[in-house]
């Protein structure tokens, strides 16, 4: 009997022991007694019982294909002209951006194709195919439903569906979509990379107004248009964007309609169709008195309350006041038109860049596989 107690005894000892040094092991006691390594990928965290931990290695953030480097900066944002509607919703201040990365292009109807073609794929059983058809799905009855007394069937049959119009902004998209959408592409990119051992990316989302602005000028501070002042045409008489010019002369411009997302010459950041083509969403809510609800670092007014969500840069169907830099107004965030795309931007998290006053630039400015430009003289 007494044998058989100490044989309890000391089998509980032993226990107890295993536990405690497993216990050590897992909070990293004997690791670092011992100078163990102390993270993933060979970074060494605590050696010597001292903390040695610098940077993990196996990171860099790299350019999204079809994006480009907007440098961090400070700007005076609002009217650069004068306010010919009179509507003092966006009174000259000046504001901080910090670095970001931006598609340099309208997202196309062949890009966004990929994404409605997964949901139908792959989220049938979760969403249910009415809400991706209602919600998700690009509305082509804008073509008709826009205009009173106007032959949008030829748009409505083939904008979106017809590859002659692959490379053309996509439309009739809401707010919530252009949201959905971003997620979907972040999910898609950082499945990827976590497939790959990588790390996760930034998410994609939409910019906010005051991203926008400082991205369609370009580095022009002051300047009424994404590519400068005053005019809307240059030298030769050709027109710098896609809008309503003279007095509804769409075809003016070389497209009655939309352009291809890469028509005309980019700004001094490499960005297409700031201006006109296709309008486009940012994340804010819109407000009057944005001024005084923002703060003037990096403002960004996201309200749910709000249904009113601010749309920028003008479009194909808009007068020239439209496409100035400082120009804003609304959408309502379930509404789908015609004439507002959206593009997508991603946080720079390696820093500040310096671009914009000449300095050196953290990251790659330049995307490895920037779309090709099919600019128009």
């Not at 991205?215 to 009424?224: F, T």
């Not at 309008?279 to 007014?301: G, H, K, L, Q, T």
Request: aromatic fraction near 14%; hydrophobic fraction near 30%; proline fraction near 4%.
């Amino acid at each position: 009997m007494m044998k058989y107690n100490w044989l309890i005894v000391n089998a509980t000892r032993v226990v107890m022991v295993a536990a405690v040094v497993l216990l050590m092991q897992g909070c990293g006691f004997l690791k670092s007694k011992f100078g163990g390594n102390g993270g993933k990928n060979g970074e060494v965290g605590v050696t010597n019982g001292e903390i040695t931990a610098t940077k993990r290695k196996g990171y860099s953030q790299t350019t999204p294909y079809g994006m480009v480097l907007i440098p961090s900066g400070s700007f005076i944002m609002g009217q650069a002209d004068e306010d010919v509607a009179a509507t003092q919703i966006n009174m000259n201040r000046q504001v901080t951006i910090s670095s970001f990365y931006m598609d340099d292009a309208e997202i196309s109807n062949h890009e966004y194709r990929q994404y409605v073609n997964a949901l139908l794929a792959d989220s049938v059983s979760t969403l249910g195919e009415e809400e991706i058809m209602s919600k998700y799905y690009p509305d082509t009855t804008v073509w008709k439903n826009d205009f009173t007394y106007h032959n949008g069937d030829p748009m409505l049959e083939y904008y979106f569906s017809h590859p002659a119009f692959d490379t053309y902004p996509v439309v009739g998209v809401s707010w919530k979509g252009a949201q959905h959408f971003s997620q979907w592409r972040t999910n898609l990119y950082n499945d990827y990379r976590s497939k790959e051992g990588q790390f996760n990316s930034p998410r994609f989302r939409l910019p906010s107004e005051a991203e926008w602005e400082w991205a369609a000028r370009g580095g022009k501070n002051g300047a009424k248009y994404p590519w400068g002042n005053p005019y809307v045409a240059n030298g030769k008489g050709c027109y710098l964007a896609n809008f309503k010019p003279q007095r509804g002369n769409f075809d003016a411009d070389g497209y009655p309609y939309t352009a291809p997302a890469t028509a005309y010459s980019p700004n001094d950041y490499g960005l297409y169709n700031m201006a006109g083509n296709a309008a486009e969403w940012c994340r804010d809510a819109y407000a009057d008195n944005s001024n005084a609800i923002v703060w003037d670092m990096n403002p960004d007014n996201q309200n749910a309350d709000e249904p009113r969500k601010v749309v920028r840069g003008g479009s194909w169907k808009d007068i020239a006041y439209y496409l100035e830099t400082g120009t804003r107004y609304y959408e309502y965030e379930d509404q789908k038109r015609s004439y507002i795309g959206f593009r997508c931007v991603m946080d720079n998290l390696d820093g500040r860049t310096a671009t914009a006053r000449g300095g050196k630039v953290g990251g790659s400015s330049k995307s490895k596989s920037s779309k090709k430009s099919a600019k128009k003289v």
